[in-house]
């Protein structure tokens, strides 16, 4: 059975060594370097971990493919056909705030719903 539901929860900010802290300190998250695990500098993107050392969560630097990502909490939802939902979306009064970035399983774009609320769908990263 595929998992179509949240599959991750990001916020991407011009400063996320800074926000990366923060989130740590306040809510007691540990911390991981996205690419280099342990071993992460300030120009990395972090998995924010719980007790256990699993990810919750992502802090990222809003530069490169980030860069017009809005920098609040989004949420990514694993869709089955992630042409069709952004269509879907339009057609429905919704916006599309950033095009799809990738291909396949794992690319995602960011809509705006009519009320103006911001969400990541995610082409269905499981088999």
């Known amino acids: 059975m595929t ?9 991407t900010v011009p400063d996320a060594p800074r926000l990366r802290d923060f989130y740590a300190a306040v809510v007691g998250w540990g911390v991981s370097g996205l690419k280099n695990g342990e071993n992460y500098d ?4 972090y998995f924010m971990t719980g007790a ?20 609040q909490w989004l949420a990514y939802i694993a869709v089955d056909d992630l042409d ?3 269509a879907k979306c339009e057609e429905l009064g919704g916006s599309v705030v950033t095009g799809i970035k990738g291909d396949g399983p794992g690319s995602y774009c960011v809509i705006k719903d009519p009320s103006g609320a911001v969400l990541a769908l995610m082409q269905n990263p499981e088999p």
């Open 3 to 11: 998992n179509l539901g949240i599959v991750g929860l990001d916020l």
């Open 42 to 45: 300030d120009n990395d993107d």
């Open 52 to 71: 256990d050392g699993v990810p919750v969560a992502g802090v990222c630097q809003r530069q490169g493919e980030n860069a017009d990502l809005p920098p």
């Open 84 to 86: 069709a939902r952004v």
